[in-house]
């Protein structure tokens, strides 16, 4: 019989925190009859966030396209099974047979246009590949470029734990650079210098950056001259970069703009930097983590690797097709003028404005407990505030007293990576507005009592 | 910029051959204006077949709860509604929430019910995972067992390139254990002595052996005997199982009873063999192949090892959540007396029992053929017949050029193994009924021409 110690050195060794041990807990709590309010995965359908109708209706059709004809005139709008239609033509057979292993075309042309008409910039179909989420995307150019214990992979620290289970279970080398705390999570040269040169000084080999704007966990947004920056960087140690954008759509300033790393990259006409970009369905305004829908695009990158890409999805042979058509809802939303468009464009209004107004109260909120100091919240779905905790207690003893004592479930910071001598915890932003002051209040008042007690 | 010289030399060496150089030779052709015949994958809902009716009717119901109110009376069948509503109260926050690591806990429960349905034994929900496909759910067996070169997995030969692809890609050692073409495919202990004791003497632990019933691609079925003499094996040698169960429900000799290696298992009463076995909705009557569902159920297999599994599904959050709910509609179908149950046999029977005629139209007519010669196919939905070849011809050349001048896409015997200086391909029997004797008339004419083309 198989023993824990014929398991693999490296799966035995792979971490990953935000389905770990404090969550493991919760469910355990959970199954005793616990309120838990699940604060460590973005997940927001699981917290009350409702899917956007006209996706679903559209999901519906594609999957039963005789309804179409079961359903009383104007129970859905025109363009609904218009658009479904239009799905079941692309697919070729539907959504039940096997599709392309790069996924469906007539969605990689989607794609390309929509990059299009987000950048200004051309995209081919033919260097898209359609995956079960943008994690399988990720790990798909981890495992190309990773053939053994030298070969670096630069992440942020903190950094989504993807990155770091994934470079461990492929037997690679993580090569943390750190984003600046002290000045809301800024992406620096120097920092991207210190790391690269301490990995050198190792004998490992830098093959590539990976860099998650907006940030999961900081919430920190990069702006062009920070995306310019990375990529010389890039160009000049000759490394591929990974652009995690999976949260493209979640920024919270007033104004903010983002902007990718492929806009910059042809804007400044890089032809020697490879680029792999990660988008979702899970993210945005969708929330469609269920589904598994996303896609990784890739520019500078010979066709022979993208062969080999080909080959590594080929292999369990394509992504879910249902996931590959959200994502083609993702970008090719109804028109301005199209009989869905106004109630798409409400409901995609009010996720956003919710969770905007969700991103402020947390970072205000827990900005007045006194011990806890949280950055600006500027994007994404997260906020990583630092505790200050007595010596010799970690932050996931903290984590797992909150969880024991409130019922909240938050990750560690050590989950994610963090300076020496400083303690966090991640904690999403998504639970219902009218439960986030009880929340922060709940945190507040555990971590008063937590630190009293521990200084004795 | 990355070249493919910095491609993972494991990356490089995984062939996939079914989706391989004359599968993209056939899709360079049909983008020329070719009308190609895929033969090359089992793909049934590329190739005609219908989706069950009350499947996609669920499923449609899933994606859009508002729906049930829309629909006039009578539009879909009672069940259909309770069905899809249990679905949804099952899923907790509807198919858009990432589910548990493992999949849904009510379609684990489904299928523990299941499984002692068919073999009247128990199995524990929580020992059952959710999967993109049973693909993913071979590749995590086989990512935990594997740690090195000197790793060995057992397959068959001829064996479906999953585990040849996986084997190399993890880096571990192949070792192949040949089926009897001159006895219809037979595993014999004997056989697989011979390639366990060969991977010993070249220092090589073996792990485990892999074992697909009914096979892919020899079409083969295992009796209660072959069983229990591969359990017999397994654990003398120490061995996990992996058993690769996929068609199930393709069977094709009347009177003929599939027999799972876990009811074996159980009435011998074996507690010192880890057994891991696959399901998957793509094949079956289902033929879902789009939707990636599947499920792994282990047995014998301690705690902390179900707990790296949970944790390497974890890494990638969870399995597409359609494909769970399929997964679940897959196990718990229409009983009969519930409205939906007349129409969903129906169907069911006619996919199977067109399955069952093009097995045997495909089997004989190739048997027609002068040089060529096809076992019985009498499970699964493949034919594997041998090749007269000339000397020096391979089976690649020849499917190459059976494309080239037919439109037919087949994949040569090397891409699965085959016994050496033989020479077979293999193809699907999955084309429409009325179009089979066609292909099979080319391939007869193709065959002659060929060869005496061959032969100068």
């Not at 709590?29 to 973005?42: A, S, V």
């Not at 890089?270 to 896609?295: A, M, N, P, Q």
């Not at 003893?397 to 050590?414: F, H, K, P, R, S």
Request: hydrophobic share 40%.
């Amino acid at each position: 019989m198989i023993r824990i110690e014929d398991v693999d050195r490296a799966v035995r060794e792979a971490e990953y925190a935000v389905r770990g041990p404090i969550v493991a807990r919760a469910q355990e709590l959970e199954r005793q009859g616990r309120r838990i309010i699940y604060c460590n995965i973005g997940n927001p359908q699981s917290l009350g966030q409702k899917p956007l109708t006209w996706v679903r209706q559209v999901l519906s059709l594609v999957e039963w396209p005789e309804l179409a004809d079961k359903l009383p005139a104007g129970a859905v709008p025109a363009d609904v099974i218009e658009t479904a239609r239009s799905v079941l033509r692309g697919s070729g057979h539907g959504v039940g047979a096997y599709t392309d292993s790069k996924g469906y075309r007539f969605v990689r042309e989607a794609i390309a246009e929509f990059i299009h008409a987000r950048d200004g910039i051309a995209a081919d179909p033919e260097a898209i590949f359609l995956t079960d989420g943008a994690s399988k995307g990720a790990q798909s150019v981890l495992r190309i470029l990773i053939g053994g214990p030298r070969d670096g992979i630069m992440i942020p620290i903190p950094q989504y734990p993807l990155y770091s289970a994934t470079i461990t279970l492929y037997g690679g080398a993580q090569v943390g650079y750190h984003l600046d705390e002290a000045h809301d999570w800024k992406l620096s040269r120097e920092a991207l210098d210190v790391a690269f040169e301490k990995a050198r000084s190792e004998g490992i080999r830098v093959r590539c950056i990976v860099v998650i704007n907006p940030g999961n966990p900081t919430g920190g947004v990069l702006d062009a001259s920070n995306v310019e920056m990375v990529l010389a960087f890039a160009r000049e140690k000759g490394l591929s970069v990974i652009a995690d954008e999976v949260y493209q759509t979640n920024l919270w300033q007033p104004g903010a703009r983002f902007v990718s790393f492929a806009s910059v990259l042809e804007q400044r006409g890089i032809r020697d930097v490879s680029l792999f970009s990660l988008h979702s369905t899970s993210k945005g305004y969708l929330g469609e983590c269920g589904h598994r829908g996303g896609y990784l695009e890739c520019r500078n990158v010979p066709e022979p690797v993208l062969e080999q890409i080909t080959k590594l999805q080929s292999i369990s042979l394509c992504a879910n097709s249902v996931g590959q058509v959200l994502t083609y809802l993702l970008v090719h939303p109804p028109r301005p003028g199209e009989p869905s468009y106004e109630q798409w464009a409400r409901e995609k209004g009010e996720v956003l404005e919710a969770l905007r107004r969700k991103a402020e109260l947390v970072e205000r909120g827990l900005n007045r407990v006194e011990g806890i100091t949280c950055n600006r919240v500027a994007g994404a779905m997260y906020a990583f505030p630092r505790i200050a905790l007595p010596p010799g207690v970690t932050d996931a003893e903290w984590c797992m007293a909150l969880l024991e004592e409130t019922g909240i479930c938050v990750v560690d910071g050590t989950g994610f990576g963090q300076a020496p001598g400083t303690s966090h915890f991640r904690t999403t932003i998504l639970p219902p507005l009218d439960e986030i002051e009880t929340v922060v209040k709940r945190i507040a008042e555990f971590h008063l009592a937590f630190a009293r007690r521990r200084r004795g």
